[in-house]
């Protein structure tokens, strides 16, 4: 009998720039006990799910940008979901704006969480590849991560949860197969990862028109080579304005999509994961200490340098 982990995608609709948190908290514990009636054993969140995605706008004022951030998790607004989560007996992934402070200095993340089923945190991740500017450019839309958030610092951990290795990344990380490949490397199995895509923000046209299948190929080419599991959230919608593509979906090792949201508003979409069909893979074509050879790759000294693009 292998092992399987039930799984829910519980993508979310839009959240209006005046929308508390409580009341957003609300949608993801109604979200929940749908997935627990499915007898799902983790329910997976979008990034930045608790808030209206403010990296859309240039915000100057220090208290304001701050407000868009969690200082404490759980705190108020969200203890009822941690507790809602424990009585249900359900886990779950949850992306947030988490503001941390390290030896007296304030730091802000793109970060995520996994809480088991008793209600405890048992993994986080800081959105490592953040995309976009940190300055206003002349187009009908912005993307400012780079202005509200630094880089992760905790790497592309995984975690023994739900019977599975699990990891997570975050939205743009998905893009980039090292994401996906140092979580290959340590037997990731399920990749739990949200996303705020938008679309129409003054992108080349073949940017934006590819977007769908851009977010598909990531997910299908890193659960493919990587030999794992994967469940992609979107915030999804015209959300103050602007449009955020949808397309939540679950991944097979196999690069196979199971399952795929077709709204762009809050929907869950659920799959029984047999962590078989991982371990199959990883035993096979994607045994990397049979088949893999690092050492014959050439591979360069890697260059760092946070330059700005070629003007
Ligand atoms: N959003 C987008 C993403 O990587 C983006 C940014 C959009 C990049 C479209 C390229 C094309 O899906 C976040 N939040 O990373």
Redesign the pocket.
Known sequence: MSRSVKVAAAQLGPIGRSKSREAVVRRLIELMREAADWGVDVIVYP??ALTT?F?RWAIEDEEEIDSWFEAEMPNAATQPLFEEAKRLGIGFHLGYAELAWQDGVKHRF?TAIIVDKAGGIVGKFR?I????HNEVLDRPGQ?L?KKYFEVGDLGFPVYQAFGATCGMA??????WPETWRVMGLQGVEMVFCG?????G?G?PYD??AL?LF??QLSFQAGCYQNATWAVGVAKAGCEEGFNM?GQSMIVAPSGEVVAMCNTIEDELIVHKCDLGRSAEYKRDIFNFAYHRRPEHYGLIVERTGAGSPEK
């Open positions: 990034e930045l995605f990296p793109n959105k590849h953040i995309p976009g993307h991560e975050i939205c743009n990380d998905r893009r996303y705020n895509t938008p679309v923000l992108d940017l934006d977007t851009h977010n593509i």
